[in-house]
């Protein structure tokens, strides 16, 4: 399934170059395009790419056109940075922007369809906007945000972006019409460009994204609904257009939001706007405590939290803070239950609901050390900097279940000081509280500021953390609670990108375009070890660092090597990464340590098989499957049902692979049929009704082996075991039309299609074929092709 890469359009596939004379042209001329750079070495068209673009003029843009085609990513990348600083004529300009569209559609490599993209943004033109727009909802599914991103990034694109949000809420077919990954994205700068316009808001039709947004189905958009209207809000605070704020409030509630939701919102306006009477947010919060608004009680508990930390907040702008931290301690009893109660929703696709709890958890121990400190107790005092610890891991745990659970993910303690809930935007006000003078914000803000700084300096640069602090607190690598989190965010950081990686292949599996698809792997992998280093400089611990490394070396080298016939390659990496995981002792610590473990121990199994070695194939087989059932055991016990869900489905996955072993290698067909029950009773889905049906045929259960297949709908990926399904049912003319799809459609490079051609002709399910002359036809290996070939 490895494949040669797609072809560039035809356009744009011509063979100038940039010549040896482009040295020593001057820095005024800079280097030449002309028809000699495709001869050159590789070294020599990246560096003479880079000098270009460092000297870019106009006359570049021809030679640039062609030399496009360079079939080195590097080269390409650094070419489109040149085109887009050149500049043009109007026609000239014309052809440049179909040019970056085209590579952001076409391109076979993921960083230049990426730089493609970063290019139309920096051309910052209305055409450009308009481009970006339409590839949103052209591209693949995994690039379509990305077009988003760099449509927000400039201002004719926001603008764009604004009209888009606004109008796919206009009726609910709209709605449908635009990805929800995408409408996350644009809705990021819905509210402050709402804010910026004359009048905005005062339309229902502005409106309806936030009405509609805050009550949809998917938590991703309730959520980015909710963070473009306090955006808005802001934004109106600080262009000082408080009636405006009102005003739009009011024709919120008019169209049906949630008076809790609206109430809310004004108490957090009226604190932040500053100047006025915090009683008043006092006697309001009570209010809103009191509210009630249907029959969720933890929905209830939530808002009467809320209404203690806004209290509490109030009391500290009036002084109290006695009164205040009396209130944050009945709110932290109040959001213990709201965290115990909803445990599960992590596991549940509640991550965002997940993070947000935390986050809010965070934020009321962050207040408290807030209240502490204004009332006199010292900025280094180890009880206040505790509770600044606390916070920093609670952020922390936010972050993880974020990355875990594919959510937007906030930064650690940046985040403290950027909340609209937290000190410093609701008592450092627009307009000082009568309590909180310039002078002492700044005093404070200065000693919380040595504060965060002194439990995790990384993050608060330009303060000066207390000296002779206890280790658990100055450092969180030196504290084991704040070290395992930024562990298990590490390794949550590969899972995600494991899971885009296992993505792309079930969209090669199901037959989407090989080439294109395991380049965007290839890609995510070089990612990942980059992210590794990157972290590994941040000083966290090597062992997680090396598990990066081996994860994006096993993601991309291990199943690529295998699929190229290069066992021996495949399984020293593979065996590598388990001594060293074992060594390490990790997997007796951490759960995702043993699930590497048994992955790995699965592809030695694999690469043993593969070269006949049956019996050393199912020892491997076995363990793998060992350490998964132990894994399914340990998430069940801790009321984890997603990950023991994903525990389940490895077993099946290993069982199938220790059936075609004892089926196609060992001969044994009892032996592979008991397996196959085993896992088909894990995993019911259509893949395995196929091989369900597969195992009936092999033992004579023929009717039973009509009845699913009559139930099974035909997709690239059953091809090759329809086929062998249908040559033991004696259906030899299907077998082989299936057979020749699979080929066809599923091994488009010729290594891959070697291998597994190799494959059929050793498969007994293909006994039935062999002599028939299209059987051997559709089975011969070309010469050139080999099973190893790269």
Same mark, same amino acid.
């Given at each position: 399934?490895?494949?040669s890469?797609?072809?560039?359009?035809?356009?744009?596939?011509?063979?100038?170059?940039?010549?040896?004379?482009?040295?020593?042209?001057?820095?005024?001329?800079?280097?030449r395009?002309?028809?000699?750079?495709?001869?050159?070495?590789?070294?020599?068209?990246r560096?003479?790419?880079?000098?270009?673009?460092?000297?870019?003029?106009?006359?570049?843009?021809?030679?640039?056109?062609?030399a496009?085609?360079?079939?080195?990513?590097?080269?390409?990348?650094?070419?489109?940075?040149?085109?887009?600083a050149?500049?043009?004529?109007?026609?000239?300009?014309?052809?440049?922007?179909a040019?970056?569209?085209?590579?952001?559609?076409?391109?076979?490599a993921?960083?230049?369809r990426?730089?493609?993209?970063?290019?139309?943004?920096g051309?910052?033109?209305?055409?450009?906007?308009?481009?970006?727009?339409?590839?949103?909802?052209?591209?693949?599914?995994?690039?379509?945000?990305?077009a988003?991103?760099?449509?927000?990034?400039f201002a004719?694109?926001?603008?764009?972006?604004?009209d888009?949000?606004?109008?796919?809420?206009?009726?609910?077919?709209?709605?449908?019409?635009?990805?929800?990954?995408?409408?996350?994205?644009?809705?990021?700068?819905?509210?402050?460009?709402?804010?910026?316009?004359?009048?905005?808001?005062?339309?229902?039709?502005?409106r309806?994204?936030?009405?509609?947004?805050?009550?949809?189905?998917?938590?991703?958009?309730?959520?980015?609904?909710?963070?473009?209207?306090?955006?808005?809000?802001?934004?109106?605070?600080?262009?000082?257009?408080?009636?405006?704020?009102?005003?739009?409030?009011?024709?919120?509630?008019?169209?049906?939001?949630?008076?809790?939701?609206?109430?809310?919102?004004?108490?957090?306006?009226?604190?932040?706007?500053?100047?006025?009477?915090?009683?008043?947010?006092?006697?309001?919060?009570?209010?809103?405590?009191r509210?009630?608004?249907?029959?969720?009680?933890?929905?209830?508990?939530?808002?009467?939290?809320?209404?203690?930390?806004?209290?509490?907040?109030?009391?500290?702008?009036?002084?109290?803070?006695?009164e205040?931290?009396?209130?944050?301690?009945?709110?932290g009893?109040?959001?213990?239950?709201?965290?115990?109660?909803?445990?599960?929703?992590?596991?549940?696709?509640?991550?965002?609901?997940?993070?947000?709890?935390?986050?809010?958890?965070?934020?009321?121990?962050?207040?408290?050390?807030?209240?502490?400190?204004?009332?006199?107790?010292?900025?280094?005092?180890l009880?206040?900097?505790?509770?600044?610890?606390?916070?920093h891991?609670?952020?922390?745990?936010?972050?993880?279940?974020?990355?875990?659970?594919?959510?937007?993910?906030?930064?650690?303690l940046?985040?403290?000081?950027?909340?609209?809930?937290?000190p410093?935007q609701?008592?450092?006000?627009?307009?000082?509280?009568?309590?909180?003078?310039?002078?002492?914000?700044?005093?404070?803000e200065s000693?919380?500021?040595r504060?965060?700084a002194?439990?995790?300096?990384?993050?608060?640069p330009?303060?000066?953390a207390?000296?002779?602090?206890?280790d658990?607190?100055?450092?969180?690598?030196?504290?084991?609670?704040?070290?395992?989190?930024?562990?298990?965010i590490?390794?949550?950081?590969?899972?995600?990108?494991?899971?885009?990686?296992?993505?792309?292949?079930?969209?090669?599996?199901?037959?989407?375009?090989?080439?294109?698809?395991?380049?965007?792997?290839?890609?995510?992998?070089?990612?990942?070890?980059?992210?590794?280093?990157?972290l590994?400089?941040?000083?966290?611990?090597?062992?997680?660092?090396?598990?990066?490394?081996?994860?994006?070396?096993?993601?991309?080298h291990c199943?690529?090597?295998?699929?190229?016939?290069?066992? +021996? %390659?495949?399984?020293? /990496? *593979?065996?590598?990464? @388990?001594?060293e995981?074992d060594?390490g &002792? =990790?997997?007796?610590q #951490?759960?995702?340590?043993?699930?590497?473990?048994?992955?790995?121990?699965?592809?030695?199994?694999?690469?043993?098989s593969?070269?006949?070695?049956?019996?050393?194939?199912?020892?491997?087989?076995?363990?793998?499957?060992?350490?998964?059932?132990?894994?399914?055991?340990?998430?069940?016990?801790?009321?984890?049902?997603?990950?023991?869900?994903?525990?389940?489905?490895?077993?099946?996955?290993?069982?199938?692979?220790?059936?075609?072993?004892a089926?196609?290698?060992?001969?044994?067909?009892?032996?592979?049929?008991?397996?196959?029950?085993?896992?088909?009773?894990?995993?019911?889905?259509?893949?395995?009704?196929?091989l369900?049906?597969?195992?009936?045929?092999?033992?004579?259960?023929?009717? +039973? %082996?009509?009845?699913? /297949? *009559?139930?099974?709908? @035909?997709?690239?990926?059953?091809?090759? &075991? =329809?086929?062998?399904? #249908?040559?033991?049912?004696?259906?030899?003319?299907?077998?082989?039309?299936?057979?020749?799809?699979?080929?066809?459609?599923?091994?488009?490079?010729?290594?891959?299609?070697?291998?597994?051609?190799?494959?059929?002709?050793?498969?007994?399910?293909?006994?039935?074929?062999?002599?028939?002359?299209r059987?051997?036809?559709?089975?011969?290996?070309?010469?050139?092709?080999?099973?190893?070939?790269?």
């Amino acid at each position: 399934m490895n494949g040669s890469g797609l072809c560039f359009s035809a356009c744009l596939v011509i063979a100038l170059s940039v010549s040896e004379a482009a040295y020593g042209q001057g820095e005024k001329a800079g280097p030449r395009l002309d028809a000699d750079f495709s001869q050159a070495p590789l070294a020599e068209r990246r560096d003479l790419a880079r000098a270009a673009r460092e000297a870019p003029l106009a006359e570049h843009f021809r030679g640039v056109r062609a030399a496009l085609s360079d079939p080195d990513a590097e080269v390409r990348v650094e070419l489109l940075g040149l085109c887009a600083a050149l500049d043009l004529t109007d026609a000239e300009s014309a052809l440049r922007l179909a040019l970056f569209r085209g590579l952001a559609q076409d391109d076979e490599a993921l960083s230049v369809r990426r730089a493609a993209l970063m290019s139309l943004a920096g051309l910052d033109s209305s055409e450009a906007a308009r481009a970006l727009a339409d590839l949103v909802l052209e591209l693949a599914p995994s690039e379509r945000a990305q077009a988003a991103r760099e449509q927000v990034s400039f201002a004719r694109g926001r603008e764009l972006a604004f009209d888009t949000v606004r109008d796919s809420f206009a009726s609910p077919r709209a709605m449908q019409a635009l990805p929800s990954d995408v409408l996350t994205v644009l809705f990021s700068v819905y509210g402050t460009t709402l804010a910026e316009r004359p009048g905005g808001g005062d339309l229902a039709l502005e409106r309806a994204p936030f009405v509609l947004g805050l009550t949809h189905n998917q938590p991703m958009l309730r959520a980015a609904a909710a963070a473009a209207l306090d955006d808005c809000l802001l934004r109106l605070r600080e262009l000082e257009r408080s009636s405006r704020a009102a005003r739009l409030l009011e024709a919120l509630a008019n169209d049906g939001v949630e008076a809790r939701a609206i109430l809310y919102l004004r108490l957090r306006s009226a604190l932040a706007e500053g100047g006025g009477n915090p009683e008043e947010v006092i006697a309001q919060a009570r209010d809103l405590r009191r509210t009630r608004g249907g029959p969720d009680t933890w929905i209830a508990q939530r808002w009467r939290f809320r209404a203690l930390y806004l209290e509490g907040m109030a009391l500290l702008a009036l002084d109290r803070t006695g009164e205040a931290r009396e209130l944050f301690s009945r709110a932290g009893d109040l959001q213990d239950g709201l965290l115990e109660a909803r445990v599960d929703l992590a596991g549940q696709g509640g991550a965002i609901e997940q993070r947000d709890l935390l986050h809010e958890r965070s934020l009321l121990v962050f207040a408290r050390a807030f209240a502490k400190q204004s009332g006199g107790t010292p900025a280094r005092d180890l009880g206040l900097l505790e509770d600044l610890r606390l916070a920093h891991e609670l952020q922390l745990e936010a972050q993880l279940v974020a990355t875990a659970g594919d959510a937007p993910i906030f930064a650690s303690l940046g985040t403290l000081y950027d909340s609209q809930l937290g000190p410093y935007q609701l008592i450092f006000a627009l307009r000082p509280h009568a309590a909180w003078p310039p002078s002492r914000c700044l005093e404070l803000e200065s000693a919380l500021g040595r504060g965060l700084a002194s439990v995790s300096a990384r993050e608060v640069p330009g303060f000066n953390a207390f000296a002779d602090l206890p280790d658990r607190v100055r450092d969180p690598l030196l504290d084991s609670r704040r070290r395992t989190l930024l562990g298990e965010i590490a390794v949550a950081e590969v899972q995600a990108l494991q899971r885009r990686i296992d993505a792309l292949h079930r969209r090669m599996d199901g037959g989407g375009d090989d080439a294109a698809l395991e380049n965007e792997a290839i890609q995510l992998a070089l990612g990942l070890r980059m992210r590794a280093q990157d972290l590994r400089e941040k000083s966290l611990e090597q062992r997680f660092f090396d598990l990066r490394m081996v994860a994006a070396l096993a993601l991309r080298h291990c199943g690529g090597l295998r699929r190229e016939g290069d066992t +021996e %390659a495949c399984r020293a /990496l *593979a065996a590598g990464f @388990v001594a060293e995981l074992d060594q390490g &002792n =990790l997997p007796a610590q #951490y759960p995702w340590a043993v699930r590497l473990v048994a992955q790995g121990h699965l592809l030695l199994g694999g690469t043993w098989s593969d070269d006949d070695e049956a019996q050393e194939a199912e020892t491997e087989m076995l363990a793998a499957l060992e350490l998964f059932k132990g894994l399914e055991t340990y998430y069940k016990d801790r009321g984890a049902p997603a990950a023991a869900a994903q525990a389940t489905a490895s077993m099946a996955d290993a069982l199938v692979s220790l059936a075609v072993n004892a089926n196609v290698k060992q001969r044994d067909a009892e032996a592979a049929l008991a397996y196959f029950e085993r896992a088909f009773s894990l995993q019911e889905d259509d893949f395995m009704r196929i091989l369900l049906a597969c195992y009936r045929a092999r033992s004579g259960r023929v009717e +039973e %082996a009509h009845a699913l /297949l *009559a139930e099974i709908p @035909v997709s690239p990926r059953g091809y090759y &075991n =329809l086929a062998c399904t #249908y040559a033991l049912l004696g259906e030899g003319t299907r077998a082989l039309e299936l057979l020749a799809q699979d080929f066809r459609e599923n091994r488009r490079s010729p290594a891959a299609l070697a291998r597994q051609q190799a494959w059929a002709r050793a498969d007994p399910d293909l006994a039935s074929l062999r002599g028939d002359a299209r059987f051997e036809s559709l089975t011969e290996i070309a010469p050139e092709a080999g099973t190893g070939e790269r």
